[in-house]
């Protein structure tokens, strides 16, 4: 147990065994408060206010772009990090204010008109200065956080602090969906634009609890040494390893398509099913329970095969969760004395699948991007890799609304179920040529270096230019 003896905090300190799972414990206990603030803001919430203001599919496909070229800030945030003997308070610089912007999107909200030809703009200008700033945080964790967790257990430990953290997201979803619900009711004295404002606000209130408490995770000093040479060069290092771009590039596929997919399902079951808000948080409550249930099977499988090998099984699967789209209608199924739209219950229990099989695929990317960097230069390689995916999946939402707002209302073709063919499905179907034909051979094209075998530095000079 080597592994959990030779760790030195940042004030030189020594790290024990207790210390290093104490700092798991912490860290666990952090990330469900985050995962709590995500699902009531991009989990459901903010999609569904774009679409309560009248927001066109271009404009709801903004915002997740807008959060995808916010990944480049990663890039100054590593530069900006990767020098400093202690990582801790950039983090928790910009990532305190990254929550606490939330506070004013939960203003715009509570008095904003849904009439404003300002507040979509506000929305993503506000979303782009929140994630410009959590982004910068990100590579400085992900590197913190690689050099805490021995390597031999970093499959058991995310897939266990994936379910953890998975089952707060479905509470947070739970309770945004009730909120917002409540707000619709009858006679209940809210307005729908006060019930975003409360669940934003609750939202930013855990965030920030989560910033706090993570600063007691205890953090390994960090290597130093800085490269020699232009920024530039500095970037571009990374690419000089050929399992770098094949994983970057595969993962960049994949979150593309699933960036050009993600949202416009609850769009598409709202628009033309007329689901309720609880409705819909529901299918993404199923989908965290299929997270919840296997992250922790996942994360063994991934010690014991490797994760190059799990994602190629992962991706051959990706029709599998979306078949049932093809198959919903407007019927009702009743299952003892409850009734439910056929719709809902369909996606419900697929839902468990496609969660299962997005979270996995997270698990291996994480597994992959510290097993295929080196201690010096891990910050940058990090940020580089998330980076370049963000600039390079930007596009998917763009895309998804392009398709949702060209596609023929009356294209003449129908779905296995008798519905017509809808602009989901073309998504979908777009979705699965992208993984099967370009993200699945980037992937099978990754050699994994043998047991024992050390990753040498990056470094900028190999770099041609």
């Known amino acids: 147990m080597s592994a959990f003896q030779d760790l030195i905090d940042a004030k030189g300190r020594p790290i024990s065994q207790r210390d290093l799972y104490l700092s798991m414990g912490v860290n666990t206990a952090a990330g469900s408060l985050g995962a709590v603030w995500l699902a009531m803001t991009y989990g459901m919430p903010l999609t569904m206010y774009m679409q309560a203001i009248g927001a066109s599919g271009v404009a709801i496909g903004t915002v997740s772009t807008v959060r995808l070229l916010a990944m480049a800030a990663q890039i ?106 409540a707000a619709r009711h009858p006679g209940s004295g809210y307005a729908p634009g006060r019930g975003f404002a409360i669940v934003f606000g609750i939202a930013a209130s855990i965030g920030v609890t989560d910033i706090i408490v993570h600063l007691f995770v205890r953090e390994p000093r960090p290597d130093q ?17 050929r399992n770098f771009r094949f994983l970057t590039l595969s993962l960049a596929a994949w979150n593309f398509g699933l960036a050009m997919i993600t949202g416009f399902g609850l769009v598409y079951l709202k628009r033309d099913f007329g689901s309720t808000y609880s409705q819909l948080a529901a299918l993404t409550v199923a989908s965290a329970l299929g997270a919840i249930v296997t992250s922790f099977a996942f994360g063994e499988l991934i010690d014991r095969i490797g994760a190059r090998n799990l994602g190629v099984l992962l991706y051959l699967s990706t029709p599998l969760p979306l ?15 409850f009734a439910f739209p056929q719709s809902i219950a369909l996606l419900c229990a697929s839902g468990i699948v496609t969660g299962a099989i997005y979270a996995a695929v997270t698990l291996c990317q994480i597994r992959l991007a510290s097993e295929l960097s080196a201690p010096k230069g891990r910050t940058m390689f990090i940020a580089v890799h998330w980076s370049f995916v963000g600039l390079l999946s930007a596009l998917g939402p763009i895309v998804g609304g392009l398709v949702m707002d060209r596609f023929p209302k009356h294209s003449g073709l129908t779905i296995l179920s008798g519905l017509p063919l809808s602009f989901l499905h073309a998504q979908l179907f777009l979705f699965v040529l992208l993984v099967w034909l370009v993200a699945l051979p980037l992937l099978l094209a990754i050699r994994i270096p043998a047991p024992g075998a050390k990753n040498k530095p990056l470094k900028a000079e190999p770099v041609p230019g």
């Open 225 to 241: 040494s800085a490269y020699d040479g232009a920024i530039l060069r500095r970037i571009l290092a990374p690419f000089a390893s």
């Open 76 to 181: 100054p945030g590593a530069l900006a990090s990767e020098g400093l003997a202690s990582r801790k308070p950039f983090w928790c610089g910009c990532a305190l204010v990254h929550r606490m912007i939330w506070f004013a999107l939960a203003a715009m909200a509570l008095w904003g008109s849904p009439s404003s030809s300002w507040l979509p703009l506000a929305i993503l200008a506000a979303v782009c200065a929140s994630e410009a700033l959590g982004n910068a945080a990100v590579a400085p964790w992900y590197s913190w956080m690689a050099e805490l967790i021995p390597l031999p257990i970093t499959g058991r430990f995310w897939g266990v602090r994936q379910s953890v953290i998975t089952a707060a997201y479905l509470a947070g979803l739970v309770l945004a969906g009730q909120i917002l619900d």
């Open 323 to 337: 078949a049932p789209w093809l198959f919903i209608n407007y019927s009702t199924v009743h299952i003892g004395p």
